[in-house]
């Protein structure tokens, strides 16, 4: 499980590069048990949804035997900006991740990852007191992952099962055996 899981923590971070590049800011991850909120402009990224896809063709066997299964999944991040101009810094981002160049350098081809679409940038006014605002802006962004499992042939056709039966009998506590073979 542990593999399963370093695929979904690779696009968090490879998200959270391209975020750095592409806005200059400090890019904080939302799964921390504590968040720290850092002075001067930021970007807090969290993981909104994971949505498998069963397909009928994700699991498949070859001649020799090696069975594999593809996993094909929906990832959903929640970008907020803060202070600055925030909603610039997220219209930079989606701009530059249009850009081919940018785009092969965080996604390659061949890569298990791939941007979706995104949703419209909403800006915020959140009041910090009462004549106190911090401006901020936040974007869903959608990535597809697809990965492959494979059991690596470890397993073998069986010929058959040796087996004794033992039975105890309570009487006299003694065993025996009965019907020992294949």
């Given at each position: 499980?542990?593999?399963?899981?370093?695929?979904?923590?690779?696009?968090?971070?490879?998200?959270?590069?391209?975020?750095?590049?592409?806005?200059?800011?400090?890019?904080?991850?939302?799964?921390?048990?504590?968040?720290?909120?850092?002075?001067?402009?930021?970007?807090?990224?969290?993981?909104?949804?994971?949505?498998?896809?069963?397909?009928?063709?994700?699991?498949?066997?070859?001649?020799?035997?090696v069975a594999y299964i593809t996993h094909n999944y929906t990832v959903t991040y929640m970008l907020t900006a803060y202070r600055g101009k925030a909603y610039a810094a997220l219209s930079?981002?989606?701009?530059?991740?249009?850009?081919?160049?940018?785009?092969?350098?965080?996604?390659?081809?061949?890569?298990?990852?791939?941007?979706?679409?995104?949703?419209?940038?909403?800006?915020?006014?959140?009041?910090?007191?009462?004549?106190?605002?911090?401006?901020?802006?936040?974007?869903?962004?959608?990535?597809?992952?697809?990965?492959?499992?494979?059991?690596?042939?470890?397993?073998?056709?069986?010929?058959?099962?040796?087996?004794?039966?033992?039975?105890?009998?309570?009487?006299?506590?003694?065993?025996?055996?009965?019907?020992?073979?294949?």
């Open positions: 499980m542990e593999e399963f899981e370093k695929v979904f923590n690779d696009l968090e971070e490879i998200v959270a590069k391209m975020a750095r590049v592409a806005t200059g800011r400090r890019v904080i991850m939302g799964d921390q048990e504590i968040i720290p909120k850092p002075d001067g402009e930021f970007i807090l990224l969290e993981t909104m949804g994971i949505q498998p896809h069963i397909w009928e063709d994700n699991v498949f066997q070859t001649e020799e035997g930079r981002l989606l701009q530059a991740i249009n850009l081919p160049v940018f785009y092969e350098k965080f996604f390659p081809d061949g890569s298990m990852y791939a941007y979706s679409s995104a949703s419209t940038i909403s800006p915020l006014r959140v009041p910090m007191n009462k004549q106190a605002y911090e401006v901020r802006a936040t974007v869903m962004m959608t990535f597809n992952v697809r990965f492959i499992e494979t059991d690596m042939a470890a397993f073998e056709d069986l010929q058959g099962i040796e087996a004794e039966l033992h039975v105890l009998h309570p009487a006299d506590g003694s065993q025996a055996v009965i019907d020992p073979g294949q």
